[in-house]
Every structure is written in C-alpha cells, then in structure tokens.
C-alpha cells in the first residue's frame, strides 16, 4: 500500500520553530516531486513548498519564503519541512504529497497536480 505519513507537528509559540517530515511506505520517493501544503479552518489548501526529484530546485509560497526550508533525503525515502519564525497564521493542518515526475528537475506545487496525499499533521501557532 502507497502510503505517505506526515510527522512533527504540534503546538508552538510565535517565533517558535518545527521540523516536519513525510515519510514514503510502499514506494520510493526518488521518482516523484514533492510538495508541503497547508490548510486553515475555512480556507482553501495552498501550496507551501516544493522539491524536485533531484532536491536542486525549490519553491515557496511568497507567504513563508525566508523562514521556511524544504529538503529531501532519498535515502531515508523523506522529505523534510523546516519551519522557522512561526506566526500564527501558519496555523493548519500541513500535508505532503508526491507527483510523479519524468524529469528530475521538474517541480510541482498544485493542488490538482499531486498523485498521492498523506493525512497532514496539525502546526498550531499561539501563544
């Protein structure tokens, strides 16, 4: 079975920093762009960050740029979320998800472009 499993989340304080990971069961990540999305009670998911198969292409929401860091280790089948200077805004349930890609430079951060979705991991910011 295809699985993909977020973990990390939790409650922090403004300012606070996590480190999410998602983690592939089932099949190797080394073929799939991956993307980190969030959603917020009453809003839309949104696309946060993504990574290329080879890990040398990213891209970020403007929203988060500069505070938060993707990375990939193909290796440990894992890709990572740093998250740093949290707001409250950040609050949401954060997903990853993995699009099969031919090319490894190729990255995908929609929502309607993903092949396979993990069930999220709550961030919650609030002091």
């Known amino acids: 079975q295809l699985q993909l499993v977020e973990s990390g989340g939790g409650l922090v304080q403004p300012g606070g920093s996590l480190k999410l990971s998602c983690a592939a069961a089932?099949?190797?990540?080394?073929?799939?762009?991956i993307g980190w999305f969030r959603q917020a009670p009453g809003k839309e998911r949104e696309g946060v960050s993504c990574i290329s198969r080879s890990g040398a292409y990213t891209n970020y929401a403007d929203s988060v740029k500069g505070r938060f860091t993707i990375s990939r280790d193909n290796a440990k089948n894992t890709v990572y979320l740093q998250i740093d200077s949290l707001k409250p805004e950040d609050t949401a349930v954060y997903y990853c998800?993995?699009?099969?890609?031919?090319?490894?430079?190729?990255?995908?951060?929609?929502?309607?472009?993903?092949?396979?979705w993990g069930k999220g991991t709550l961030v919650t910011v609030s002091s």
């Open positions: 089932g099949f190797t990540l080394d073929d799939y762009a």
């Open positions: 998800a993995a699009a099969y890609s031919i090319t490894a430079h190729q990255v995908m951060c929609v929502v309607g472009g993903m092949d396979y």
